[in-house]
Nanobody
């Protein structure tokens, strides 16, 4: 499974942006997916996750109510809609895929495949 993120960029405080993560292979629908982020000098942290069917969603407290994770299994793509962006959202954002028939998780070690990341910078 290969994951390719897109959609990052430079935005202003309060703006919205949508990240996409396109997955290769034919097992996308069997895998839970997650978004993580890492700011300079900080550890990678959980942002959001979604189960295989798209009905079980989890969010970090820091993004709850502002970010929405979704997936389109027909397109092998997972999305992260980010609204009301803040400077503290500035980070590299990484898409991750769990193993076959995996459940959602906030733990990075439970994800098997990772994308290269896309940078988000929120300017004040």
């Amino acid at each position: 499974v290969q994951l390719v993120e897109s959609g990052g960029g430079l935005v202003q405080v309060g703006d919205s942006l949508r990240l996409s993560c396109a997955a290769s292979g034919d097992t996308f629908s069997n895998r839970a997916m997650g978004w993580f982020r890492q700011a300079p000098g900080k550890e990678r942290e959980f942002v959001a996750s979604i189960n295989r069917s798209g009905y079980i969603l989890r969010y970090a407290d820091s993004v709850k109510g502002r970010f929405t994770i979704s997936r389109d299994n027909a397109l092998n793509t997972v999305y992260l809609q980010m609204n009301s962006l803040k400077p503290e959202d500035t980070a590299g954002y990484y898409c991750a895929a769990g193993g076959p028939f995996s459940g959602t998780s906030e733990k990075s070690y439970e994800y098997v495949y990772w994308g290269q990341g896309t940078q988000l910078t929120v300017s004040s």
